[in-house]
Structures are given as C-alpha cells and as structure tokens.
C-alpha cells in the first residue's frame, strides 16, 4: 500500500514538473482537445455552424474560467515568437473571445441554445448583474496564472537553486489565490445550474 501511494506520488509529482517547466507539453495537450472537440462539433453541426460552435466554446473557457488554459494555446506562441510577455498576449485573447460573442449575438444569437454549454454562457452574458462576477473573478484568476508562468519563463535561465526557491515560493501564494477563486466560481456556478436545472456535457 506504502509503494503504490509513492509511485502514485511519484507520478503527480512528474507530471506537475513537465507542465510547469516544460509548458510546451501542456501547449501541445491542449491542440489535442481543440482539435478533437472541433471535429466532433463539425461532425455533428457541420463545418460552419461546428466551427462557430468551437469557437464559441473556446471563448467561454477563455471569459468564464479561472485558468489561462484557453489562451494559452495563442499566449505560448505569442510569448515565444515576440517575446511579449503571455499576460500583455491575454488582453489580446480576451478581445478575440469578446468580439467572437459580439458578432454571434449580433448576427445569430441562437446558436447558443445548440449545447447546453452555450445555453449557459449565453446565460451569462445576458444577465450581467449578477453573473458579469463569474467573468471578473475569472479574469483574475487568468491573469494570476499567466504571471506565474511568465514567472516561470523569465527565471528559466537562472540557478537551479535560485529557480527552485523562487518557483516554489510564488507559487504557494497563487496557489491559494486561484483555489479561493475556484470555490467561489463553483458556488456560483453551482446556484446558476440549480436555477436553470443545467447538466453540462460538452456537446
């Protein structure tokens, strides 16, 4: 029982090491699952309105979670190719997640209602008070997750002894910021899905 609990915690412990020090992995993950739901979505909607659906899904990762996880996929090349730092990429990110729901709510609003996913965000957007507090708490959270992993790039070059103290002591503290934003995002969502009676798959 003892091994199984450190081979398990050799594992974690693994896995946590190439996503933080090696975030390309994660980039790659995450093209993975973009591809794969925009297949699904083409397969299932067709390949405008599946297209739309993707993007739409994307964009509500990007405004109504706490992690950067949506934007990273343009934040990490950006940041590589420019040298602009992910958190400055981020607002660039949020423009394309606004103006993407900006033309969909001006040009075909009910494409919402195709996945419960969207019924929800479209939800969202429309009752700003109180919801438009899901979309700012998620903000935080993004750009708290995206100076830590600027932190993580800029010190990449450093000591090993000096990278590991600096790492380790950031992130304690955001790691308590972002858990303490995700309990209060989940409640909320909690009390949206009980009002709407919502159970989210994601197609």
């Not at 950067?68 to 607002?91: C, H, N, Q, V, W």
């Not at 996913?117 to 009752?127: D, E, M, N």
């Amino acid at each position: 029982m003892h091994n199984n609990f450190t081979n398990i915690n050799k594992l974690f412990s693994t896995v946590k090491h190439y996503f933080y020090e090696h975030p390309i992995i994660k980039f790659i993950l995450l093209i993975i699952i973009i591809l794969s739901y925009l297949s699904l979505s083409i397969i299932k909607f067709g390949g405008k309105e599946g297209f739309l659906i993707s993007a739409l899904t994307w964009s509500f990762f990007v405004l109504c979670t706490p992690i950067a996880d949506a934007g990273f996929l343009l934040d990490l090349p950006i940041r590589i190719f420019t040298g602009i730092k992910m958190i400055y990429s981020e607002i660039i990110v949020w423009i394309i997640a606004i103006g993407i729901n900006l033309f969909t709510m001006s040009n075909n609003p009910l494409i919402y209602e195709d996945t419960i996913i969207l019924s929800l965000f479209h939800h969202i957007i429309s009752h700003p008070i109180p919801y438009a507090s899901i979309i700012i708490l998620s903000g935080i959270g993004t750009f708290l997750s995206l100076l830590f992993g600027d932190e993580i790039i800029d010190v990449s070059y450093e000591e090993k002894e000096v990278r590991e103290h600096h790492l380790k002591h950031r992130h304690k503290h955001h790691l308590v910021i972002l858990i303490f934003l995700f309990i209060i995002i989940f409640i909320i969502y909690d009390l949206l899905l009980n009002k709407l009676g919502m159970h989210i798959p994601l197609l």
